[in-house]
């Protein structure tokens, strides 16, 4: 964030003073309401009876997990000491400097929650040619936790015992083979 600053003055009546024509108007309606001296603004706000506003860049929101998201409004929306002791047990059990300014920068200028990714699961398959009416695909089956059996069918199958993550796909060494990403959405 950086930390330049914009001003503007602003009447007791809600409108800006417009730097161009030098009296006040509605926002919408002043074609110059800021200014970027600090020293400026005041003295025009001495001088028009008016008051100094600040404009600071939005400062950017923290990703935050929503386990985090949750002890941080606890911690915000804290009625009793307990509450607060619980949300500093939170932030000292990781002892890493890191999150805790993290975490410290998400309260200050506020946070954004990240959902766990969800892992792609993919249809694993060979395409094995086939005769006049068609051609076979040889696809991949969960036939119980470790053991892939193989069936051979006219057209790709969906179901839940066909699919597999990439981490699933490594370690039964499915590698080889083409994959199809599918959704929930696919069936």
């Given at each position: 964030m950086s930390?330049?600053?914009m001003y503007a003055v602003k009447n007791d009546d809600g409108k800006y003073c417009d730097c161009?024509?030098?009296k006040f108007l509605p926002l919408s309606d002043a074609y110059c309401p800021a200014i970027v001296i600090e020293d400026n603004a005041k003295a025009i706000a001495r001088d028009?009876?008016?008051h100094v506003v600040t404009f600071v860049e939005e400062p950017k929101k923290v990703v935050v997990?929503?386990?985090?998201a949750k002890n941080i409004d606890a911690l915000i929306n804290a009625k009793s000491y307990q509450q607060v002791i619980a949300f500093a047990t939170f932030i000292f059990n990781h002892k890493n400097s890191k999150f805790v300014k993290r975490i410290l920068k998400a309260i200050t200028n506020g946070y954004t929650i990240t959902l766990p990714a969800v892992d792609t699961k993919y249809l694993v398959y060979?395409?094995?040619?086939g005769n006049t009416h068609g051609k076979l695909v040889l696809q991949a089956r969960w036939d119980h936790p470790n053991h892939v059996f193989w069936n051979v069918s006219?057209?790709?199958l969906n179901g839940e015992e066909y699919r597999f993550t990439q981490e699933e796909i490594k370690r039964l060494k499915l590698k080889k083979y083409e994959t199809k990403a599918v959704t929930d959405d696919d069936d």
């Open positions: 930390e330049e600053k161009e024509y030098e028009s009876g008016g997990s929503p386990e985090e060979e395409n094995i040619g006219s057209q790709l």
